[in-house]
């Protein structure tokens, strides 16, 4: 139990030295509108009509894939959600990334190992996500079996923390 705790504890903090030089000012949508692996992403809230809300005071812990994430999905997927007619499934799986309050990479490590290898996370959507720990890395498990890992954890806004996820996750 002691060489996971250390394995884990050592994981936190390379993500933190990691990200320390990611912090961003601004909240969680501008700091997505900043990055260039994130255009997808930003397109997708903005078809969601949800710009206004994760603007607001929050705050909000959002699990961000990247263009190589939606890239992944089945052709046709994106585009597909991004129509004015799809905006309730595109809300619904946006939502799932997300989970209320600031639940930085300490905490997550924190959960998973209370919950004695993995923590469950309700995400704004009223879904579920497991995480745990894979290799090393958070891996998140969605609702339909998939998963997704971090790639970059604890990167700051003004109204809550990022964490890029290498997929998308899906609610039942």
Known sequence: MKKIFLSMMVTAMSLFSVNLAMAQSGDVVDIAIGSADHSTLVAAVKAADLVGTLKGAGPFTVFAPTNAAFAKLPNGTVEGLLKPESKATLTKILTYHVVAGNVDAAAVIKAIEKGGGKASLTTVSGGKLVASLDG???KLTDETGAVAYVTAADIKGTNGVI??????VLPK
Do not use: A, E, M, S
Not at 163 to 168: M, P, T
């Open 163 to 168: 964490h890029v996820v290498d997929g998308v």
């Open 136 to 138: 090393g890395k958070v």
